[in-house]
């Protein structure tokens, strides 16, 4: 089982992004997905959830209304769309599989003018 992330990078205040979440060794469109995020020296928190079908999804409140969790079961990818991105948002993003307990590495998004 392997995630790999990629998409982030520095971006102004205000800005977008979109992570991709490349998923290999199991079956994708079985499994509930999500993203987490882990900003320096805070504890790693939960952002959005899909289920294996793309829907329902669910967002924690912090980015609810400006990032969007979407994934295509065909390329065995999950995304996030993130959209109005805040300082606050600067933080190295995880994709997950809920039920396998396993992550990806992790990649690293900056908001910062």
């Known amino acids: 089982v392997q995630l790999v992330e990629s998409g982030g990078g520095l971006v102004q205040p205000g800005g977008s992004l979109r992570l991709s979440c490349a998923a290999s060794g199991f079956t994708f469109s079985n499994y509930h997905m999500s993203w987490h995020r882990q900003a320096p020296g805070k504890e790693r928190e939960w952002v959005a959830g899909?289920?294996?079908?793309?829907?329902?999804?669910n967002y924690a409140d912090s980015v609810k209304g400006r990032f969007t969790i979407s994934r295509d079961n065909a390329k065995n990818t999950l995304n996030l769309q993130m959209n109005s991105l805040k300082p606050e948002d600067t933080a190295v993003y995880y994709c997950?599989?809920?039920?396998?307990?396993?992550w990806g590495q992790g990649t690293q998004v900056t908001v910062s003018s």
């Open positions: 997950k599989v809920p039920t396998l307990k396993v």
């Open positions: 899909i289920s294996s079908a793309g829907g329902p999804t």
